[in-house]
């Protein structure tokens, strides 16, 4: 049986590139949408050896890829956070109204994250917030007409990752041995959960596709959450342990605020997708050993 073609956005970025090389690797046909000046280090390997076919949607027209391509599902990745201190109209129009266009094409798996919850709490992100969740209630809008798959994901990390990212960056930072480092007090509960175990949970879901109804929420988290003190504590008991470092740097817990509308314990329930046959697979000591290995 012919294996579907799906088209995904966001496919340069971290998770994006996992996915891409997973559904290559699965059979899949797989349509990208980037724009000309995305850094395409992550696919480059897909690119030179054509397994993908891109789009430049900066250059040429959306409806471009549905002409020359028959898109049976969505994958939708791409997202504004607006840390680059962005305009509103702009991250309005990268989570709204880009996202919108393709809902009415085929099966639709929007990206959500943690943050996405009952009330806006990150002052920092509330705009991507606010428009995560006015996306969500269209999707749902939308799902009298297709089937609508929203994957909320918890503290996804892995090698490659963005270097502004906590794991990644807390990791360096220690590596580089020379400033202490200023943290929070660390009493927050955080989920994180491997890139790997994450892409398992979207092939997961696919695989299950005719099952589902037209709308359809799955959480994705590991089976043990962890206080960020304890998680940086373990980072630096890998890094000394494993890896046979001398760390040097004082972790200085307590030194920075919290966050305006910090939230310090997380509710998600991995029920549903594991009633699929999904499981979490890599230990944090595990992948956290990956991660380094990939940065030393």
Do not use: C
């Not at 960056?169 to 580089?176: D, H, S, V, Y």
């Amino acid at each position: 049986m012919n294996k579907k073609t799906i088209l995904l956005t966001g496919g340069t970025g971290f998770l994006g590139s996992y996915l891409a090389k997973r559904f290559v690797n699965e059979g899949y046909k797989v349509v990208i949408l980037k724009r000309s000046f995305s850094n395409t280090f992550r696919i480059k390997d897909l690119i030179d050896e054509s397994k993908i076919i891109f789009y430049d949607i900066d250059k040429v027209s959306l409806d471009k890829a549905f002409l020359e391509n028959k898109i049976d599902i969505v994958i939708h990745t791409a997202t504004n956070y607006g840390r680059n201190q962005e305009k509103k109209s702009e991250i309005v129009n990268d989570n709204i109204v880009f996202p919108l266009k393709l809902l009415e094409i085929a099966t639709f798996f929007n990206t959500d994250t943690f943050f996405n919850t009952d009330t806006v709490l990150y002052k920092y992100l509330s705009d991507y917030s606010l428009s995560k969740k006015q996306f969500l209630e269209w999707a749902k809008l939308f799902s009298s007409k297709i089937k609508i798959v929203n994957m909320k994901l918890q503290h996804l990390y892995g090698p490659k990752d963005d270097e502004k990212k906590f794991v990644i960056w807390l990791i360096k930072k220690m590596i580089e041995n020379k400033e202490d480092i200023r943290l929070t007090k660390g009493e927050q509960l955080r989920n994180f959960i491997y890139i790997d175990d994450v892409v398992d949970a979207y092939i997961t879901v696919l695989n299950n596709l005719v099952k589902l109804s037209n709308y359809n929420e799955f959480d994705v988290g590991s089976k043990r959450s962890i206080r960020i003190e304890d998680f940086v504590l373990k980072v630096k008991k890998i890094l000394t342990e494993y890896f046979n470092m001398d760390i040097k740097v004082n972790l200085l817990f307590g030194a920075l605020k919290y966050r305006e509308g910090e939230f310090f314990k997380i509710k998600f329930d991995n029920k549903k997708i594991r009633a699929l046959g999904w499981d979490d697979k890599v230990s944090l000591e595990e992948g956290l050993k990956k991660t380094i290995k990939e940065i030393l």
